[in-house]
C-alpha cells in the first residue's frame, strides 16, 4: 500500500492526515490521442471512475430489515426529508446556494449576440476573485487531528477543480469536461477526508453527496445555461446524449432500479416497483410529475424546457434508451459504460482536465498494458492493492480496465452516414451502430406514444417515409392514454392536433 494511504474497504483511497503530501497547483496534461490513452490506464482515472460507482451504488433502492423481522424497499426521491444530510454536505449545498446567489450580481447583457451572453464573463470573475474566501469558509476540517489534510496547498487542488466546473468563460459553453471536474473536486473532498463516513451503513455519505450536493449543483449549472445561454461544449449534437449533461442519467436510473444488498452485486436488470416505465420519458404530464423526485426526469424535464419539437428528432438518443425493456438497471450499466466512453475516453471532452496530487498523471500499476488501439487487454490480472476497486468495479457489473480507444470525437455519426455514394434513404434503413447507446439491443416492438418500436428503438416505419406517414390506410385519429396525454397515430407529426 501506498505511503500516506488508507484503503477504504470499497472505493477510492484516502489519504493518511499523518502522512506526507506534496500537494501541487494541478496542471493540463492530455494534449492528443495518445495522451487519452495513457490517461485511460493512470491512477487519476481509475480514481475517478471509482469514486463514480461509489456514488452511483448509494443511489440504488436498499432493502432494510424493519424491527417486526419483515423487509420493505427503501428508495431515494430527490429532495427526500427523511435523507439526512451531514455536517460536511451542508457546508457544500451552502457553497453552491452562494454561487447561485452570484447570478444576481452579474443580470444577462440585454445587447445583441450571436452565441453565450457576454454576462457570464462577469460572474466567472466573481467566482474567480472570491473562490479563495468561498473555500476558507465552506471547506473546513471536520477532524481533530491536529495535522489537517484541509490547507493551502490542498485547496491550490480543491480550487482548481472547482473553477473549471461552471463552463469556459472564453467560449461561453459548457459540457460534460466541466461536470467532469465538479466530481473530481468532489472526489478531492472525499480524499481529503472532509466526507466522514466512519459508523454509517453503506453508501449513506455517498447519496447524501449526490442528493445534497450534485443535484443542487446541476440545477445551478442549468440556471447558468438558461440566463447566459451557454453553448454546448464537445457535443456530439442532436446524436448526442444530451447537450451539457451526463451525471443526472447515471445517478437517477440507479434511483429507479431494484434494490441493492450489502456484500452482493449492483442489480444490471430490473426496476424498482413503483418505478415509471422506461418509456415514460416520452410523456410530458410524467415527466413534470416526476422530475422533482428523481434526477433522470429531472434532466428529460430540462430537455423539454429548452428544446421544442418531436422528442425523438431533438433527442434520438434518449429516445432509443426509452425502448429499453429490462428496466432502469440496464439502462443504468450502459450509462456507466457510455460515460467511460463518451466522456472520459474522448479528448474533446478530457483534454482541459488538470492533474495534481490527487488525481495524477501516473500510470496506475493495477491497470493492464494498452494494446495497440489504446484499449486494455480483458485477461490481465489484478494485484492484490486493486482487489478492492475491482470489487466495486464487479459489483456495479462494469468490467474493470477496459476503457474503449480514445477517440477524437468523432465516434458518433448520424444514422444515414455511410460510405461515398450512399443515398441518405437507403443508409438510413440500417442504422449506423455508432448511434445506438450501448444498452438499446434489438428488440419486439414497444409502443410510445403511438409510434412502434423496431429493433433498438428506431421506427417501424418505412426509412422513405417520415415517422408519423400513413400507408394510406389508417385511422387520423389521436387518442388518450390513462394518464389523459394525448396519444398520436402514426399518421400523424406528434404535434399534430
Known amino acids: 500500500m501506498t505511503a500516506g494511504v488508507v484503503q477504504r474497504s470499497n472505493g477510492v483511497e484516502q489519504l493518511d492526515p499523518a502522512g506526507v503530501h506534496d500537494f501541487i497547483e494541478p496542471v493540463k496534461k492530455i494534449n492528443d490521442a495518445k495522451d487519452v490513452s495513457f490517461f485511460l490506464k493512470s491512477k487519476a482515472h481509475t480514481e475517478v471512475f471509482t469514486f463514480l460507482l461509489q456514488l452511483n451504488r448509494s443511489m440504488f433502492p436498499k432493502t432494510i430489515e424493519l424491527s417486526d423481522g419483515s423487509q420493505e424497499t427503501q428508495t431515494w426521491d430527490s429532495y427526500s426529508p427523511s435523507v439526512e444530510w451531514s455536517e460536511p454536505v451542508k457546508k457544500q449545498n451552502a457553497l453552491v446556494s452562494s454561487l447561485e446567489g452570484w447570478i444576481d450580481e452579474a443580470p444577462p447583457d440585454t445587447g445583441p449576440r450571436r452565441f453565450g451572453n457576454v ?25 481533530e487531528h491536529e495535522q489537517s489534510l484541509l490547507n493551502d496547498d490542498s485547496k491550490k487542488e480543491l480550487k482548481a477543480y472547482l473553477l473549471g466546473s461552471f463552463g469556459s468563460s472564453q467560449r461561453l459553453d459548457y459540457g460534460t469536461g466541466h461536470e467532469l471536474s465538479f466530481l473530481a473536486y468532489l472526489g478531492c473532498l472525499w480524499k481529503l477526508r472532509f466526507f466522514s463516513d466512519a459508523g454509517k451503513p453503506e453508501g449513506e455519505e455517498e447519496r447524501v453527496i449526490v442528493m445534497g450536493i450534485i443535484e443542487p449543483y446541476l440545477n445551478l449549472v442549468r440556471r447558468l445555461i438558461k440566463t447566459y445561454t451557454l453553448e454546448p461544449a464537445g457535443s456530439h449534437g442532436v446524436w448526442g446524449l444530451d447537450d451539457h449533461s451526463f451525471l443526472p442519467y447515471i445517478f437517477g436510473s440507479a434511483q429507479l432500479g431494484p434494490s441493492v444488498e450489502d456484500n452482493k452485486s449492483t442489480p444490471t436488470e430490473g426496476s424498482s416497483p413503483d418505478s415509471p416505465e422506461t418509456g415514460d420519458i416520452m410523456k410530458t404530464y410524467v415527466v413534470e410529475r416526476e422530475r422533482s423526485k428523481n434526477m433522470y426526469f429531472g434532466a428529460v424535464g430540462f430537455i423539454y424546457d429548452v428544446k421544442k419539437g418531436p422528442f425523438w428528432e431533438h433527442s434520438p438518443m434518449l429516445y432509443d434508451i426509452s425502448g429499453v425493456s429490462e428496466g432502469w438497471a440496464k439502462i443504468n450499466k450502459g450509462m456507466l459504460k457510455m460515460y467511460h466512453g463518451e466522456v472520459l475516453s474522448k479528448f474533446p471532452v478530457v483534454q482541459h482536465f488538470p492533474f495534481g496530487k490527487m488525481f495524477p498523471w501516473e500510470q496506475d500499476p493495477r491497470a493492464p498494458p494498452a494494446n495497440a488501439t489504446g484499449a486494455r487487454s480483458s485477461d490481465s490480472s489484478q494485484s492484490s492493492s486493486g482487489s478492492n476497486r475491482s470489487a466495486l468495479h464487479s459489483q456495479n457489473g462494469i468490467a474493470p480496465a477496459r476503457p474503449a480507444a480514445p477517440s477524437n470525437g468523432n465516434g458518433t455519426t448520424a444514422p444515414w452516414a455511410s460510405a461515398r455514394g450512399t443515398s441518405r434513404p437507403e443508409a438510413a434503413a440500417s442504422l449506423n451502430s455508432s448511434t445506438m447507446a450501448p444498452m438499446a439491443r434489438p428488440q419486439s416492438s414497444v409502443a410510445v406514444n403511438g409510434l412502434a418500436r423496431g429493433p433498438a428503438g428506431t421506427s417501424t416505419v418505412p426509412s422513405t417515409r417520415a415517422p408519423w406517414a400513413s400507408n394510406g390506410s389508417q385511422s387520423t385519429s389521436a387518442g388518450r392514454d390513462a394518464g389523459g396525454a394525448t396519444v398520436m397515430s402514426a399518421t400523424k407529426a406528434p404535434w399534430a392536433r
Open 119 to 143: 454576462s457570464f464573463r462577469t460572474w466567472y470573475g466573481l467566482v474567480e476573485s472570491r473562490v479563495d474566501e468561498l473555500l476558507d469558509e465552506f471547506v473546513e476540517d471536520p477532524s
